[in-house]
């Protein structure tokens, strides 16, 4: 049995934890690279809860899934098709947006497709 799910699931679920931390400290920091910084109070306590909590919860699940054998198929699920379909979506947005590639966006799809397909090589070693 290969060790590949294991560690796809936990780089992912610190990945995903660790950005998620980042946002609930620092929503306005964190994204103001792309230009999101929230401009109201309102603004932060949304960009903290779903852009933090959400991270965050997708982390604790693939970090839950790499602890338990029997869910790690399911885990490999959800971190292939959450990156592959935000990263499809970031190609998207940047194509309607006149083809704009910022630092930022480009590690951000390297991310995402790297796992997305990190993801789906390791559910071929189940």
């Known amino acids: 049995m290969s060790n590949a799910p294991l560690v796809v699931l936990v780089l992912a679920g610190l990945g995903f934890?660790?950005?998620?931390?980042w946002l609930l400290v620092d929503p306005s920091g964190g994204l103001g690279g792309v230009g999101i910084g929230a401009t109201t109070p309102a603004g932060l306590v949304e960009l903290r809860a779903f852009y933090g909590g959400c991270e965050l919860g997708?982390?604790?699940f693939l970090l839950a899934c790499a602890a338990k054998p029997e869910w790690r198929e399911a885990g490999?699920?959800?971190a292939l098709l959450a990156n592959g379909g935000t990263g499809l979506a970031r190609l998207l947005g940047i194509g309607l947006a006149g083809w704009l590639f910022t630092p930022f966006l480009v590690s951000a799809l390297v991310w995402e497709f790297g796992f997305a397909m990190a993801s789906a090589w390791a559910l071929r070693t189940l």
């Open 17 to 21: 934890a660790g950005f998620g931390a």
């Open 58 to 60: 997708l982390g604790a």
């Open 76 to 78: 490999l699920w959800l």
